[in-house]
């Protein structure tokens, strides 16, 4: 199989250069073979890690998240449970962020309707900003 490099790596991937460089200095990816100039050169089961990373960190894995997941699929014959663990507690997280979300909307949206549209000193916008203690929701 024909190897590429960085650079088609990234084009193929998504992934730009130097974060392929980040993710090989820590281990998610491994160091490639080098060309006889000193280039690395990639093979395809490197990019098909590198569209796992990508995948994993738009999703928002964490990295040491992502090479646990990594490892588990390196060895495919052991137990899921890491990885469904793994998947519930982002799942929390986003959970998490969804309702610190809506509770923002939510204050966001009080603070809006209680603008009068009038002058700055009765402005519902500017007094909400200037003392949290009158925010709805004090964990947004």
Do not use: W
Request: with cysteine; glycine share 8%.
């Amino acid at each position: 199989m024909k190897k590429i490099t960085i650079g088609e790596a990234a084009r193929q991937s998504g992934v730009k250069v130097p974060t392929i460089r980040y993710y090989e200095g820590i281990g998610l990816l491994p160091a490639p073979s080098r060309s006889e100039g000193n280039q690395r050169s990639y093979e395809p089961s490197d990019l098909d890690r590198l569209a796992f990373i990508r995948h994993a960190r738009e999703l928002g894995f964490e990295v040491e998240s992502i090479r646990t997941l990594l490892s588990l699929q390196d060895n495919p014959g052991q137990s899921c449970s890491s990885a469904d663990a793994i998947a519930k507690a982002r799942l929390i997280e986003v959970e998490q962020r969804i309702r610190s979300l809506l509770a923002l909307k939510a204050e966001l949206e009080v603070m809006v309707e209680g603008c009068g549209h009038g002058r700055v000193d009765q402005c519902r916008v500017i007094e909400v900003l200037a003392d949290h203690g009158k925010c709805m929701h004090p964990h947004h």
